[in-house]
């Protein structure tokens, strides 16, 4: 079964400096339909004006991942943290029992376009922790690859769920696949162009629930970016 989640039905939110699209509840913006999907709690799509940003604020027992599309997002926390986040670079925050942070857009001349995901943790009162990495486009490009782990295997960086998110960027007409195993779950979110997902046309900001498919099928209908969660 697959839901699709269109991305005009999304919540929405702008304000001078931000404008902000929620797949889920979030903030001011709140459907009882869509407030998690299991693991799952927050895709934001977000574009930031320049040299705006988030001030310093505070997360507790959430894993956040930053994925930035284009741009660079700079952030500061309370661990002492600071780097700039870019396209390629996946980063992910665990709050644990606290951290404050900012993020800022990078350039005071360019926008920074970003999706912001939060999932639950399977374990709360962890201590907090930060870890970035790079993805080159080359690993990305026709392929799913696989970017955030609970066992951080290949290379991705540790997230404190039992989850498996890939990240891939297709050329028209090309195809990947992906075997979902009993009692597993998908997200699909397209971060631009264009897929299809088992013959179900997916377009920019879509998203899209999965459950009781034993494989995804995706093909390009244009030049496409997007990403994958594969929950349990």
Do not use: C
């Amino acid at each position: 079964m697959i839901t699709v989640r269109k991305s005009a039905a999304r919540g929405h939110a702008k304000i001078s400096w931000l404008d902000s699209y929620h797949t889920f509840s979030f903030a001011d913006y709140y459907d009882s339909n869509y407030m998690n999907f299991r693991s799952l709690r927050v895709i934001n799509e977000d574009v930031i004006s320049p040299g705006k940003g988030f001030g310093t604020h505070g997360h507790i027992d959430m894993e956040i991942i930053t994925y930035v599309l284009e741009g660079a997002l700079e952030h500061k926390d309370s661990l002492g943290t600071g780097a700039a986040i870019k396209p390629g670079e996946v980063q992910r925050m665990s709050a644990g029992t606290g951290i404050q942070h900012s993020e800022f857009n990078h350039s005071q001349t360019e926008p920074v376009h970003l999706l912001q995901i939060w999932l639950l943790p399977d374990t709360n009162g962890l201590p907090p922790s930060y870890e970035q990495r790079e993805f080159p486009l080359a690993e990305r490009r026709g392929q799913l690859r696989l970017v955030a782990a609970h066992d951080a295997r290949d290379g991705a960086v540790k997230v404190h769920q039992d989850v498996d998110l890939y990240a891939a960027v297709l050329d028209k007409s090309s195809r990947v696949s992906h075997a979902l195993q009993p009692n597993r779950h998908a997200w699909v979110q397209v971060a631009r162009g264009s897929i299809l997902l088992n013959g179900l046309t997916l377009e920019k900001g879509d998203g899209a629930a999965v459950s009781d498919e034993a494989e995804l099928a995706i093909e390009a209908a244009e030049d496409a970016e997007f990403l994958l969660f594969d929950l349990a």
